[in-house]
């Protein structure tokens, strides 16, 4: 009898622990089934980012998929914590190129920033405020940025950033850009870059070639990825010479490059050098900077809209090399990062190239490489970004330029040795830059 219900009791204990066995299991697939579940979710939403938009840009849903979106601080925080990894993916690119495809990349910026405009200075849905404007201008968001962008539209509209009247003979710009049209219509939409020399027709809702005015029109038909160059002469057209651009109309951001060296201009979009006019400009007493938008049909004027941020004003002519060789210091803003990680842009392979030039056509020249910041953010942790950033370019400068490890050290500076004032951001622009100490 004891042996039976020895028996008896063991197996009821094993019975239990085999239903708990089972419950255990149907718990974990249940798990597994929710995390499925939000996973596929989840997958799900990040394919429909290029199809969703918000309510209140809804009507651009043909031309941009859901880049775009007017949000308050609460809202954007939220997106921020939830969807970073969306939106890194699809506004910065996880194809991002690389030095090697920008080896024809010869873009050098001007010595000194005059402006910068990220336009966080702006509230959102402003005007900008050192801005002319003749059609729909207001400070946006865009997904995957800690930066606003100034969004212009209108069927057929101007505008003109102040800061850039009276273009010094020997000028750069740089930018990033993002047009939005709509693929479907048959109708004639176009973005405009230009370079006039009438201050009256820069801020009003004239065309580049009215009689007054001399100048540089590049004219974008995304829809088409063709850019068209016309040079006028007091309205008479100069010269006219046609581009192609593939990435106009692939919904990322375009980082815009223009030289103007006198009558000079050249223009990139992002690693291609697009048009290099010698003859581009008559000989005017002064020239103004402006963007425009025009449609044919005015329903097309809710998707043509053309978006600019991190726009960077500089003059003067950069001799990196006497400033290396002769005078022992060359100072350089035109090395780009990515906001935060000591993550090197790709537009900035002009500077580095000149650069690796120099020291690799003088083998026995050694340099220091010196990083330094703004004062935005936490000095400590400043400092070991300025670090970084040097070593990051002393890292690309022997693995992509060839150039003697052994003749280059790094350090970093930090918000330590301001160049100029760090309460604007021309001033913090300035500040951040990469020093070229010859040893």
Known sequence: MKTIFKLQKFSALFLFVSCLIGVTNLYAQKIDVKEKAKTAATNKADRKVDETIDKGLDKLEKGIGGLFKKKDKATETTDKAQNKKTKDAEVNGQDEPSFSTYNKFDFVPGDKILAFDDFKQDALGDLPAKWNSTGGAEIVKVNGTDFNWVQLSGADAFFSPQYTAKMPDNCTVDFDMVVTFNPESNWYQRFYIEILSSAKLAAASEKAYMPSNSGISFEMAPKDRAINARSYLKGETLTESAGQFAKLNAKKPIHVSMVRQQQRVKIYFDEKKVFDLPQALAVEPNYYLRFGTFVQDEGDSETTKMYISNLRY??????????????????????????????????????????????????????????????????????????????????ALVKDFNVNEDHLTAEGKGETQPSDVNTTAVGKANNRRVEFIKL
């Open 314 to 395: 500089a003059i003067g002519k950069p001799d990196m090399r006497n400033k290396l060789l002769t005078e022992g210091k060359l100072v350089t803003r035109g090395i780009l990062f990515d906001s935060g990680p000591a993550v090197i842009k790709p537009q900035s392979a002009g500077v580095l190239k000149e650069i690796a030039a120099v020291l690799n056509d003088n083998p026995q020249l050694k340099v220091k490489i010196v990083g330094h910041t703004d004062s935005d953010g936490d000095n400590a942790k400043n400092l070991q970004l300025s670090e970084q950033r040097a070593m990051a370019i002393k890292t």
